[in-house]
């Protein structure tokens, strides 16, 4: 088993930065694990944000975010971090923290239960 918890969120000004925090435990957990970042607004389903290989070998980022937004991970610690500079109201939704397997195209079979992240105008 994979346990994934999310910390971090809360809410922020337009234009300010969060950063979020992903612990991972469980036997089954190892550093070989694919991890995710992935949002849901309200009323909209929940998509992808951004990935991170094992190792932190390569990443990848959906559009909405590239720039703004930073995956990394501490494979010692066992935890992901998501910075998140420059917000806007349109980053607004639960967070979630993913751990699978797979490049370029990952799989995810562990979510923690999300953290929430408000942005206000």
């Known amino acids: 088993q994979v346990q994934l918890v999310e910390s971090g969120g809360g809410l922020v000004q337009a234009g300010g930065s969060l950063r979020l925090s992903c612990a991972a435990s469980?036997?089954?957990?190892?550093?070989?694990?694919?991890m995710g970042w992935f949002r849901q607004a309200p009323g909209k389903e929940r998509v992808a944000v951004a990935h991170i290989l094992w190792g932190g070998l390569s990443t990848s980022y959906t559009d909405s975010v590239k720039g703004r937004f930073t995956i990394s991970r501490d494979d010692p610690k066992n935890t992901v971090y998501l910075q998140m500079n420059s917000l806007s109201p349109e980053d607004t939704a639960v967070y979630y923290c993913?751990?699978?397997?797979?490049?370029?195209?990952?799989?995810?079979?562990?979510w923690g239960q999300g953290t929430q992240v408000i942005v206000s105008s």
């Open positions: 993913a751990a699978g397997r797979g490049w370029p195209a990952p799989t995810y079979d562990y």
């Open positions: 469980g036997r089954d957990f190892n550093s070989y694990y694919t």
